[in-house]
């Protein structure tokens, strides 16, 4: 249990680390770099005109779809992951098993396909 | 455990964080001279030795330079994304085998953490682009988004036949059992697989679509400067190393090669030349893919993904068990 607890400990270590690092660059930057803030340099960019409206707006219901079909998936690859390690000890019955499981995904995903969820538009 | 032993590990934190900024800085000077060449150009030459020196000119420039921060943009996104975007790029550097032992942890699920950690960095691709307050970073957040969770897929599939002929999801572990063949040669559909869906995670031509500069300026960052800018760019290079790098480990044999010596002290220094080489071959061939091929488009990008990728990954795993059946009942 430890050696698994030391391994997430490691991962928030290195966090650290990268965070305390880059802060630290930002810092030297901030030291050594000029800045003269105005109202024209630090308004939105929008290739020279003067920014038309909000960009903080709502965005497509496609993106939403693409997402749920990725979750779906996802949890997917996460048993078949573990499947693969114990692969070759399971032999025949293990690959019958995941034909039926990952079956019905493609089910899914071949309706969501005829259904026209995965058309960009 | 003990203090020294953070102690050690503290050290190897500076120590990756050295090589990313080493790597990035001969990367970019890669890149630049390949891209030259490719169009009959020299490329950098000016500063230093056919300008080896220019990046680093560079990077004391953008240092130097003001960060400037938008009227209206959301002030702690804005700020925040970078970190957001790098650290992951810089922990997934822990899991990587470039020697026997030369690694900082040899977690038994490695090959997930890999897959895992680098796209916690769409998060602060979506924190760049949402908080810029600005419609093109909005637009190039949002097509990054969607393209990195669309080859999230394809990619983690396509890794699963290595991880049944290997038998384990330890990098280490997957390294040594290529001693005798490369996974490559067993799993060419999935290094296919494997290599364009890293081109897409990490955003290169011809799957740069949140960063078309001719459609969306600069995408998520455009309006970083200066040293927040030199961020995002440090951690597309540190991912682009990354991604070859478990390329390397998972299909090429990694550390593996010709006329290593065994049990001398210098075995493990040429089995990191292999290592390096293997990789930079591949990042090579990248950089060949960005300055030969155009952009795609985004409806095409998502077709691959889903419609080509996916049905052939999901074949591939089929295939590999079949191979892997027949393979026991012949050898048993």
């Not at chain 1, 930002?26 to 409206?53: D, H, M, Q, R, W």
């Not at chain 2, 970190?83 to 992951?88: G, K, N």
């Not at chain 2, 679509?209 to 040293?227: D, K, M, N, Q, R």
Request: charged letters at 15%; one cysteine or more.
């Amino acid at each position: 249990m430890e050696f698994y607890l030391l391994d997430v400990l490691l991962v928030l270590i290195f966090s650290g680390i990268g965070i305390i690092l880059i802060a630290l660059i930002f810092g030297l930057s901030k030291l050594i770099s000029t800045a003269k803030p105005s109202e024209v340099k630090e308004s939105t960019y929008e290739c020279g005109n003067v920014p038309i409206g909000e960009s903080w707006i709502q965005f497509r219901v496609r993106y939403y779809i693409f997402a749920l079909l990725f979750v779906i998936l996802d949890i997917e690859m996460i048993f078949l992951f573990p499947w693969a390690i114990v692969f070759q000890r399971m032999g025949l019955f293990a690959l019958i098993e995941m034909a039926i499981f990952v079956g019905l995904l493609v089910v899914g995903l071949v309706y969501a396909w005829r259904k026209g969820a995965l058309k960009w538009v | 455990m003990n203090f020294s032993f953070l102690y050690l590990m503290g050290v190897a934190g500076v120590g990756i964080f050295i090589f990313i900024a080493l790597s990035v800085l001969i990367l970019v000077w890669l890149e630049r001279k390949v891209a030259g060449h490719i169009q009959s150009r020299m490329g950098p030459m000016r500063v230093g030795w056919h300008g080896l020196v220019q990046t680093l000119a560079d990077m004391v420039k953008l240092i130097s330079k003001e960060s400037i921060l938008p009227a209206k943009a959301d002030k702690w996104l804005f700020f925040l994304a970078p970190f957001v975007v790098f650290i992951p790029a810089y922990l997934s550097y822990m899991v990587i085998p470039f020697a026997p032992k030369l690694i900082i942890r040899d977690f038994n699920i490695g090959l997930l953490y890999f897959l895992a950690i680098p796209s916690i960095s769409v998060v602060g691709i979506i924190m760049a682009g949402w908080g810029s307050n600005n419609k093109y970073a909005l637009l190039g957040g949002l097509r990054s988004a969607a393209q990195i969770i669309s080859y999230e897929i394809p990619r983690a599939l396509s890794v699963v036949g290595v991880v049944m002929l290997a038998g384990s999801m330890s990098t280490v572990t997957i390294v040594k059992s290529q001693s005798s063949i490369w996974f490559i040669l067993l799993q060419p559909l999935g290094f296919l697989i494997y290599f364009i869906s890293t081109l897409a995670e990490v955003n290169r031509i011809p799957f740069d679509l949140p960063e078309a500069e001719s459609e969306l300026v600069a995408g998520f960052h455009t309006e970083y400067s200066g040293i927040k800018w030199s961020i995002f760019m440090m951690s597309e290079y540190a991912n682009v190393f990354a991604g070859c790098a478990l390329c390397v480990v998972l299909f090429l044999g990694g550390w593996h090669g010709f006329l290593i010596p065994k049990g001398e002290p210098w075995s493990s220094v040429v089995s990191l030349i292999w290592f390096m080489v293997k990789t930079l071959i591949l990042i090579f061939l990248m950089m060949w893919l960005r300055w030969t091929l155009p952009r795609f488009r985004v409806d095409q990008l998502m077709d691959l993904s889903w419609k080509v990728f996916l049905p052939l990954a999901l074949i591939n795993i089929g295939l590999t068990g079949l191979f892997i059946l027949g393979a026991l009942k012949l050898f048993s």
